[in-house]
């Protein structure tokens, strides 16, 4: 598919209603339609699929078993990969939610890390990113473990950034496999993240989250307004028919300051 591609950098004090209606209506019949359409072609093809691919992404390659999310067939992984590969994370201590294959985790021990827990509430995820690190020679940076978000981490140490690229689309999951794209009714299952991540932020850090021009970027500016954080939208691919949209998060009142 041929891409129409932009990268912006936009300040906003928060993710606006102004940012939806700059995207369309995501949420009206026909786009409801077609997110459905399209899910139900990737999650019989890709997402639910029962054997082991191995693949080229971002540079690395990257063993893929089933249930684990695709970060070739979707282009979200690659473009926040991207991104990563900008920033000087030398010396660094980041966190990535939602690890899937490893792909951001691993992007972010090649920009610099020094140490990178990859977290997945899927353990056939965190056992793919713990092997995908070895194989591409960063088994010593980054440490892979199934956890539901930052639950079972102490509340100590806190880190410089957090990266998270979760479920963008609200509604049941079917299974494990599917909660790569369903993060439950209302984002149930990502209610906690932003307070979590917030929680666990070392003063002068950032969130780096990726959603889409598709998800209810209503609900999810109100979750992230009521964990305290302001979000600055720093970079847009747009493929036609949605937009990936990576925000990255301060608390309130650090981005007063000016950046
Ligand atoms: C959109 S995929 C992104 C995977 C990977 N970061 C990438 O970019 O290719 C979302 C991932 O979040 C995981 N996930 C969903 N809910 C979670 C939760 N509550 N805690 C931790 N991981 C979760 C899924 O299993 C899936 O691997």
Known sequence: MKEASRSKAIEVAAIPASALDRRGKPHGPFRRLLRAFIHFFS???????????????????LSV??????PRFFLSSEYFAEFIDRLDLSGKSVADIGTGSGILALAAARAGATNVLALDINPNAARSARQNAQANGFGNC???VCANLLDSLAPRPLFDVILASPPKHAGEPRDL?????????????????????????KPGGSIYVMLSSDSDLDLLGRLINKAGLRARLVYERSFYIESMVLYELRPAAQHAVPL
Do not use: M
């Not at 999650?43 to 390659?61: C, D, E, K, M």
């Not at 078993?65 to 695709?70: A, I, K, L, S």
């Not at 909660?179 to 009714?185: K, Q």
């Open 177 to 201: 496999a599917d909660r790569g794209w369903h993060a439950g009714p209302q984002y149930r299952d990502l209610a906690a993240l932003f307070e979590q991540a917030h929680e666990r932020l």
């Open 43 to 61: 999650y019989h093809v890709i997402l639910s699929r029962r054997n082991v691919r191995t693949i080229p992404a971002a540079g690395f390659r």
């Open 142 to 144: 980054v440490t892979a």
């Open 65 to 70: 078993p089933p249930t684990v999310f695709h």
